[in-house]
């Protein structure tokens, strides 16, 4: 041997791992940090895209882990109320901020000041989960009663999951300036009203998200000392940024930063796992033929794609078979084939939607 480059495996090089080879049959997993067992119970929780993987375990045979679920009345509008869509209700948690504060209003270590916001026609909205209910809660006695049911499904969650799998979203958020509460979405676009003498806009970096994310794992290995964790970064990008540069720009700065706090924690702390998902579905093997037209979207192929490594890698589950999907080098001239490409985009509950309805 002339260097050490020459006992490396072919995962190691660009042109053997990634260019030369055509679409789904990317795979920069290589190997799981560990096992999960279909008797397992998978939590999840985080942004938008943590909803797809609650889907997918569910098909391939996992018995969804839900502490919450909704009135066999009101089964066939669960989703729209926020069941189902993660293990208890609690809405996307964008940020580690949001996971962190969850975990100790759960079990009473923090109570936001601003806690319950007044609706239209004299309902009242959760601030923490301002669209979980459609339209708002009835009384203030059914808000409370629901908060209430809800802590007691988070601290199920807590203390019988065997693993965690969140999902981090946006490093943007907006806070409380008097306790520092984490909203999911600023305040006046989905409930509440927006007062710049209350309300604070924070872009969390790398330390903090690796804090909390560190003081979260820490938490509810305080209360369930056999419990695992895999991260993942959502690959959507930003709906709006609040920085004053293009939201490309700012795209770009928030999926670097989550990355690199994923990467800290995995490596730090035992039983905890980065799961490439990011890397999966935005890198650029795939041509953009995982995102849909709207460029932010991703289509049932890219999350296929994650989910097959994600089996393969981390679980004992049976694989179906799947066939490397060889994409175009250009879409130039072909709109239609390009939107039939694009096809089956799944939709999810995103609260961040709500920024941008024009």
């Known amino acids: 041997m002339t260097h050490p480059y020459e006992a490396l495996p072919d995962a190691s090089f660009w042109r053997r791992a990634v260019a030369g080879v055509l679409g789904n049959a990317v795979d920069p997993v290589l190997a799981g940090k560990f096992r999960i067992g279909t008797g397992d119970r998978v939590a999840t ?7 797809h993987i609650s889907r997918h375990l569910r098909d391939a045979g996992f018995t969804p ?15 729209e109320h926020g069941y189902g869509l993660f293990t208890a209700r ?13 975990l100790q209003r759960a079990y009473s ?19 923490f989960r301002p669209q979980v209910q459609p339209g708002g809660f009835a009384s203030r006695s059914e808000f409370w009663v629901d908060r209430r049911q809800h802590f007691a499904a988070v601290r199920q969650a807590i203390e019988t ?34 007062d710049a003498a209350s309300h604070a806009f924070v872009n969390f970096g790398a330390t903090d998200v690796t804090a909390d994310l560190s003081a979260a794992i820490e938490f509810i290995r305080g209360r369930n000392p056999r419990a695992r964790v895999i991260l993942t970064v959502s690959p959507v990008p930003l709906i709006a940024t609040m920085e004053p540069r293009s939201v490309l720009a700012s795209t770009t700065h928030s ?19 980065y799961f490439p998902s990011y890397e999966i579905v935005t890198g650029p093997h795939t041509r953009g033929a995982y995102f849909a037209q ?21 679980t004992s589950a049976p694989i179906a078979a799947a066939q490397p999907t060889i994409v ?3 879409f130039e001239g072909s709109t239609a084939q390009h939107v039939e490409t694009m096809r089956n985009v799944v939709n999810v509950l995103c609260d961040e939607e709500m920024l941008d309805q024009s």
């Open 45 to 51: 929780a985080g942004s938008c895209f943590a909803q």
């Open 65 to 79: 882990f839900v502490t919450k679920t909704a009135h066999p009345i009101a089964a066939q509008h669960a989703a």
């Open 90 to 102: 609690y809405g996307n948690l964008y940020t580690a901020r949001q996971l962190l504060q969850l």
């Open 109 to 127: 270590d923090f109570s936001p000041l601003d806690d319950i916001w007044p609706g239209t026609n004299g309902r009242f909205i959760d601030p």
């Open 161 to 194: 999951l065997d693993v965690l799998m969140f999902t981090l979203g946006l490093t943007e958020t907006w806070i409380a300036r008097a306790d520092g509460a984490a909203y999911p979405i600023c305040p006046g676009v989905a409930g509440g009203t927006f």
């Open 255 to 273: 999926k670097a930063v989550l990355r690199v706090a994923a990467e800290e924690v995995a490596g730090r702390h035992g039983g905890v796992a």
């Open 294 to 314: 709207d460029l932010q979207s991703v289509t049932e192929d890219g999350v296929a794609h994650v989910m097959r490594l994600f089996m393969q890698h981390y």
């Open 328 to 330: 175009s080098e250009s």
